[in-house]
């Protein structure tokens, strides 16, 4: 079945140091690719998304490149801020799966001022 | 943007009580709604999809008569946990999907709910 799979956390890092949290996953066809990210206490929220190979995501300085090659989705930041401190979920949406979300086991990043 | 709310955010019960949760699309239509439920540091764990006017479609394990679900609109569900112990003590999130989106396969999430039963 589909799958994805996240580097464990937590990953703690200082302020304006590079990010970079590893996904991969496992689908048939051509699945949507997303990061979402949770901020303590709260829901999810959509960061990122590439619904097909090649395509790059970006937001709020989060990108994602949607490799076909590797199966993968690294979530990077070039300078990460106290802020984005949250658990961050990657996740996909097989082109058959009824829009249902597969996740990843999510990854607590912390940043330390 | 799509935005997702739930009620209550925060909810206290004793065992043996049941508790109703709301999800509410505010500004689009959901053909679809959601239910996670999420342990301490883990991921989410989908529990059921209901289609506006159907019966929900629940996930193995999920026990259908425990978590009763509703779908009676185009903009609200409600997850009733029935009967609720203290290992349904969680925090459970709905997401809401339209079929009118270009992006079809887009979920938007809910703020969540806490619920804890003593």
């Known amino acids: 079945g589909d799958s994805v799979t996240q580097m464990e956390g937590p990953v703690t890092l200082s302020e304006e140091a590079f990010l970079t949290i590893n996904c991969t996953y496992t689908?048939?066809?051509?699945?949507?690719l997303f990061w979402y990210v949770q901020y303590p206490g709260e829901g999810l929220q959509l960061l990122l998304k590439?619904?097909?190979?090649?395509d790059k995501g970006s937001n709020k300085g989060f990108e994602a490149t949607y490799r076909k090659e590797t199966t993968s989705f690294h979530l990077e930041k070039g300078s990460v801020q106290v802020s984005d401190s949250a658990v961050y979920f990657c996740?996909?949406?097989?082109?058959?799966?009824?829009?249902?979300?597969?996740f990843g086991g999510g990854t607590r990043l912390m940043v330390k001022p | 943007g799509a935005v997702v709310s739930q009620h209550p955010s925060r909810v206290i019960c004793k065992s043996g009580t049941s508790v109703k949760i709301e999800c509410r699309s505010l500004d689009f239509q959901a053909t679809t709604m959601f239910w996670y439920r999420q342990f301490p540091k883990q991921s989410l764990m989908l529990m059921a999809t209901s289609n506006e006017g159907s019966k929900a479609t629940y996930e193995q394990g999920v026990e259908k008569d425990k978590f009763l679900i509703n779908h009676a609109s185009l903009t609200l569900s409600t997850l009733t946990v029935t009967s609720a112990h203290p290992e349904d003590s969680s925090f459970y999130i709905c997401?809401?999907?339209?079929?009118?989106?270009?992006?079809?396969?887009?979920?938007?999430f809910g703020p969540g709910t806490r619920l804890t039963v003593l």
């Open positions: 996740a996909l949406v097989a082109n058959n799966a009824g829009n249902m979300l597969t």
């Open positions: 590439a619904t097909k190979a090649d």
């Open positions: 689908a048939t066809g051509y699945p949507s």
């Open positions: 997401s809401a999907r339209t079929g009118g989106r270009a992006l079809a396969n887009e979920q938007f």
